[in-house]
């Protein structure tokens, strides 16, 4: 029986001034985090610097580890509509950037991603950093937007996994 090749996955927590990234590699049934961190713009810096800095260190992320594909947090309800155009605006920079790579486009639910990694839909943040370091060996909890991005790329993993064996299907933009 033939072994799957490797399979990487950039996962991308987008926000304006905290972006959280990850690169997740499968290699059988191991996942090994590449990479991960958060993308840091100065509370000084305009929106539109911020969305060229999201946009070039997501470009720089695949050059340096060249992921198969690409997993979002999805658009998710806000109570501020002008909270939801900077996230989304966050989100489009980084969009872009997976976009002109060619790459497969995958997004989830912030309920479904921690449901996949905590078993709990309604996890907090702590929950969620604390089962990323348990479920990939890490020696410390990541920062909190980079854990979520983490969490990404292990639910794209889980569900691409489902997807094969006809069990669901993988949302894709």
Request: glycine share 10%.
């Amino acid at each position: 029986m033939a072994v799957a090749p490797p399979s990487r996955v950039l996962a991308i927590d987008p926000a304006l001034r905290n972006t959280g990234y990850a690169v997740l590699e499968k290699n059988g049934t191991k996942i090994h985090a590449l990479d991960y961190g958060t993308i840091r713009n100065r509370t000084d810096l305009l929106p539109s610097g911020c969305l060229v800095a999201i946009h070039e260190k997501v470009r720089d992320l695949i050059a340096r580890h060249r992921p198969d594909c690409a997993a979002f947090e999805a658009i998710i309800y806000v109570q501020s509509m002008k909270t939801a155009i900077v996230m989304g605006t966050a989100r489009g920079a980084a969009l872009l950037a997976a976009a002109q790579h060619g790459l497969p486009i995958h997004e989830y639910a912030p309920r479904r991603v921690k449901q996949s990694v905590v078993g709990r839909g309604g996890a907090q943040k702590e929950q969620v950093a604390f089962m990323v370091r348990a479920l990939l060996g890490l020696t410390e909890n990541p920062a909190p937007d980079a854990a979520d991005a983490l969490a990404i790329g292990l639910t794209h993993f889980q569900m691409a996994g489902s997807a094969a064996r006809g069990v669901g299907e993988v949302g894709r933009i």
